[in-house]
């Protein structure tokens, strides 16, 4: 693009200005000042002539550790995380946790409940299927995955070692925005795709987990915050590279069991993701989470409103308590008479429809990118991670409504031709290009009116 990094805040505006917009599910976006200052020090880390990535984690007091040692401060300030609760970095991302939440937390128990809502609580369940025998407390299947079951519906066992939720299903949209109470069973739950976009209430929870690449920073290692008294109950087979216990206990400081993951570990330590945070949205840890959290409602507010007012062009149909903040999720109401089968593998395409296609081609062309939905089940998604700039939800926004207009004026053009049956689209093509005399995005549009 022209730009180079660190020449300051001209450059670094027009650098700003000259990028896309990426809404990807993960790896995530990330601020733009942050690439900056990881540029400027890749390098030079801190006038030491040496880059992060060269420095050793057994130096005592040593950079390595120091940045581990700020990554924990600052999580247990912006989250709250009260004392009697350890925080950890181990690598394995979440689905390293599929299998670390079972083996430290089953104890002497031979079962544990899960909600499913969705294809990540699955994925969790098969894991934790090879050392318990896993039961399904509540499920979101019955309601094609529009809602969550209230907690005092769920079917919770006397017997199970625990209860295990995934506070955020990124493939049908599906979110926790209450932290539910089960009492004093040990709840657990994934927050890869949520957490740090909401308040936390840890009283509910024996322990969380968050695989990095959302709103964390770089793929490449995963926070657990774990109760302090539910540490040394791991099974005796546990690989010490899952075994929370082992992690918490290395000295000088925590998650020196084997070499860390320097750079990602960098990318959201004090100094980076995390010190982006406080310093934009508050130094205190309530005051800068509930400035994300409202930030996040209105985003997420702004688009539903955009699909619940689209007349059915666009359609989601996930109730008003359960839809995620965070990735926002439709189709095409004129797809709504087709049937997607997925065959449970993770790694499935599925073919996208006429309007699908032309909308993500549309956007691309506009620099809005990674909205399609997951590859495996298709549709739009939109991922407002915290470092997705508010310009964007605009531009999107203003997209989303031009889109829209474009193909009802065509439509209208259609039926006074006599091309469309009066009164539906059953007998009209899937997708009608835009009419001339539709508005275009610069017309709605409060910025660029260019393609970015």
């Known amino acids: 693009m022209g730009v180079r990094f660190g020449l300051g805040l001209e450059a670094d505006a027009a650098f700003a200005a000259a990028r896309p917009f990426n809404f990807c599910a993960g790896p995530a976006a990330l601020p733009v000042e942050l690439l900056h200052r990881v540029a400027e020090q890749l390098a030079d880390f801190e006038g030491t002539g040496l880059s992060i990535m060269e420095m050793s984690h057994r130096d005592a007091g040593g950079p390595v550790q120091r940045m581990i040692q700020d990554a924990t401060f600052a999580v247990r300030t912006i989250?709250?995380?009260p004392a009697s609760y350890d925080i950890i970095w181990q690598q394995g991302g979440a689905h390293g946790?599929?299998?670390?939440?079972?083996?430290?937390?089953?104890?002497?128990?031979?079962?544990?409940?899960?909600?499913?809502?969705?294809?990540?609580s699955q994925k969790a369940m098969a894991e934790a299927s090879k050392y318990c025998e896993v039961r399904i407390a509540a499920a979101t299947e019955a309601s094609c995955h529009s809602e969550i079951p209230p907690v005092e519906s769920w079917d919770l066992s006397e017997d199970s070692a625990y209860v295990h939720i995934c506070a955020n299903d990124t493939i049908y949209g599906l979110e926790f925005l209450q932290d539910p109470d089960v009492g004093d069973k040990l709840l657990v739950a994934d927050f890869t795709s949520t957490l740090l976009s909401r308040r936390v209430n840890f009283d509910r929870y024996a322990a969380i987990y968050c695989s990095?690449?959302?709103?964390?920073?770089?793929?490449?290692?995963?926070?657990?915050?774990?109760?302090?008294?539910?540490l040394g109950r791991a099974r005796a087979n546990t690989p010490c590279i899952l075994d929370w216990t082992a992690y918490s206990q290395t000295a000088p400081v925590p998650s020196?069991?084997?070499?860390?993951?320097?750079?990602?570990?960098?990318?959201?330590?004090?100094?980076?993701?995390?010190?982006?945070?406080?310093?934009?949205?508050?130094?205190?840890?309530?005051?800068?989470?509930?400035?994300l959290e409202s930030r996040a409602e209105a985003r997420a507010r702004r688009l539903y409103r955009e699909v619940d007012e689209s007349g059915g062009f666009y359609t989601n149909h996930v109730s008003d308590a359960n839809r995620s903040r965070v990735t926002i999720c439709f189709r095409f109401g004129a797809d709504a008479g087709m049937l997607r089968e997925w065959d449970g593998s993770i790694t499935s395409i599925a073919q996208p429809t006429q309007l699908e296609a032309r909308f993500l081609a549309e956007a691309q062309d506009r620099g809005l990118l990674?909205?399609?939905?997951?590859?495996?089940?298709?549709?739009?998604?939109?991922?407002?991670?915290?470092?997705?700039?508010?310009?964007?939800?605009?531009?999107?926004?203003?997209?989303?409504?031009?889109?829209?207009e474009a193909r009802a004026d065509a439509r209208g053009l259609a039926a006074k031709a006599g091309l469309v049956a009066d009164g539906g689209a059953s007998e009209a093509p899937t997708e009608l290009a835009p009419s001339a005399s539709s508005p275009s995005l610069a017309e709605c549009s409060s910025g660029p009116s260019t393609p970015r």
Not at 267 to 283: A, C, F, K
Request: with cysteine; net charge neutral; hydrophobic share 45%.
């Open 256 to 291: 020196l069991l084997n070499t860390p993951p320097v750079f990602p570990l960098y990318i959201r330590d004090g100094r980076t993701v995390l010190r982006h945070l406080l310093e934009q949205w508050g130094t205190s840890g309530t005051g800068a989470l509930a400035a």
């Open 79 to 81: 989250l709250e995380v």
């Open 370 to 404: 990674q909205l399609g939905g997951h590859p495996a089940f298709g549709g739009i998604r939109v991922c407002l991670y915290n470092a997705v700039p508010d310009a964007a939800v605009d531009e999107l926004v203003c997209f989303m409504r031009a889109f829209r």
């Open 97 to 120: 946790q599929f299998a670390a939440v079972p083996l430290n937390l089953l104890g002497e128990r031979r079962s544990a409940d899960y909600v499913d809502t969705g294809v990540w």
């Open 212 to 230: 990095a690449g959302k709103n964390l920073g770089t793929a490449g290692v995963c926070l657990v915050v774990v109760r302090k008294d539910l």
